[in-house]
């Protein structure tokens, strides 16, 4: 995971059809998502995160992301460091399904007391 600060406007962190190699986190600053034909579809902001549908799938970049302002703040999260996020998330999360639906979802937390406990998220 690294850092990159960019000082200028205009800038393109990547392009549609670019190859997916990682995951970014916008810090500071905003960013205009842009798809060939259709133009700015979307603006992102402090705590939005893209680039992570290119990873999941193994597909080329869907849309290109051009810095909205001067002076951004990104997290890169590289593709390995990425699918390891995944990989915990995953393996610290239980999935009851319904049909072939998630129904319930609960989340390991840290064990307290000798037993682990889970965390309900509602769908």
Same mark, same amino acid.
């Given at each position: 995971?690294? #850092?990159?600060?960019v000082?200028?406007?205009?800038?393109?962190?990547?392009?549609?059809?670019?190859? !997916?190699?990682?995951? #970014?986190?916008?810090?500071? !600053?905003?960013?205009?998502?842009?798809?060939h !034909?259709?133009?700015? /579809?979307?603006?992102?902001?402090? !705590?939005?995160? *893209?680039?992570?549908?290119?990873?999941?799938?193994?597909?080329?970049?869907?849309?290109?992301?051009?810095?909205?302002?001067?002076?951004?703040?990104?997290?890169?999260?590289?593709?390995?460091?990425?699918?390891?996020?995944?990989?915990? /998330? @995953?393996?610290?999360?239980?999935?009851?399904?319904?049909?072939?639906?998630?129904?319930?979802i609960?989340e390991?937390?840290?064990?307290?007391?000798? #037993?682990?406990?889970?965390? *309900? @998220?509602g769908?």
């Amino acid at each position: 995971m690294t #850092y990159r600060f960019v000082s200028s406007s205009c800038v393109s962190v990547f392009n549609q059809g670019d190859e !997916g190699r990682s995951w #970014y986190i916008l810090l500071k !600053g905003s960013v205009d998502v842009v798809i060939h !034909g259709k133009g700015t /579809v979307a603006t992102l902001k402090e !705590g939005d995160d *893209f680039g992570k549908l290119a990873l999941i799938n193994d597909a080329p970049r869907a849309a290109t992301i051009v810095l909205k302002e001067n002076n951004c703040l990104l997290l890169r999260v590289d593709k390995e460091h990425f699918n390891r996020i995944l990989r915990d /998330v @995953e393996a610290n999360t239980l999935r009851l399904q319904e049909h072939g639906k998630d129904v319930l979802i609960l989340e390991r937390v840290a064990k307290q007391r000798g #037993y682990s406990a889970f965390n *309900f @998220e509602g769908i």
